[in-house]
């Protein structure tokens, strides 16, 4: 199984991107998915999950009324639709799914990765 993020990019602060991260091998609309992000010379940080059922998305305090996370079930994608970007939201971004469910903000708890893909927000 791989994930594939795409849509990352060069943008300056007040601008908007969207990422969108497929799979190959298998479909996750039924399972829990997140975004996370890796600023340089930092920490591997949450930034939204998605789950399925219950509470369906939370976001990290950070991004919270800008960025917003959704799933197209029927392609099997996972959107991260950025507004208002500033320039720390500069960072490599991850998807992550996991095997369950419910969702998590614990990096530790997803079970499939994607490559990443950067994204630069300049002020």
């Known amino acids: 199984v791989q994930l594939q993020a795409s849509g990352g990019g060069s943008v300056q602060a007040g601008g908007s991107l969207r990422l969108s991260c497929g799979s190959s091998g298998r479909t996750f609309s039924n399972n829990a998915m997140g975004w996370f992000r890796q600023p340089p010379g930092k920490e591997r940080e949450f930034v939204a999950a998605i789950g399925w059922g219950g509470p369906t998305t939370i976001y990290a305090d950070s991004v919270k009324g800008r960025f917003t996370i959704s799933r197209d079930i029927r392609k099997g994608t996972v959107a991260l639709q950025m507004n208002n970007l500033k320039s720390e939201d500069t960072a490599v971004y991850y998807c992550?799914?996991?095997?369950?469910?419910?969702?998590?903000?614990?990096?530790?708890?997803?079970?499939?990765w994607g490559q990443g893909t950067k994204v630069t927000v300049s002020s």
């Open positions: 992550a799914g996991r095997r369950r469910a419910s969702i998590s903000a614990d990096a530790t708890t997803y079970d499939y």
